[in-house]
């Protein structure tokens, strides 16, 4: 601050304006630059821990993408649906699937497997008759939501699952 600014507002102002651009100035410290003590983790040393466990209930789901079936031709896809994840590594769900402006799947029955590591992430396998998708997945170490992202070549999807009950 200029010494103009503050023989401007007065003595009283000027302590009160100087005593919050420092307490803003320690914030932004604390903000940017992180605290300063021996405990921080470095990339590698996470404290979140994360298990198949760590999915378990309703999930709700939703997600666009795009698919180039063998033709080569890029079409869009979308799917929602409902997932039970039993946090042991399995589960079922229903889902409904549009390609391009057709429907696929409504309401349809589905298996899936996943495997979550500790670092929180991992894989799962989505089984519809006898075809699957295969995605990673990024998960929440609460459980409340997780990522997914297609890995099944030729395929452009992610979406995120949101637990909505135990």
Known sequence: MSRSLISRIGPRKSIAVLASAGALATAGTLVFGGPSNADTATPGTSAIQCSNAT????YIFGANGTSAPSSGATVPIST??????DGKGGGTGIATFVVKDSLVNDHTPITLSYNIKSDCSGKASF?????SANFNVYADPSGASFVLVATDPGNVLAG???RVSR
Do not use: N, P, Q, Y
Request: hydrophobic residues 20%; proline residues 0%; negative net charge.
């Open 80 to 85: 929602g649906g409902l997932d039970h994840f």
């Open 127 to 131: 089984h519809l008759g006898d075809s």
């Open 55 to 58: 999915l378990k209930g309703h």
């Open 160 to 162: 995120t699952e949101t």
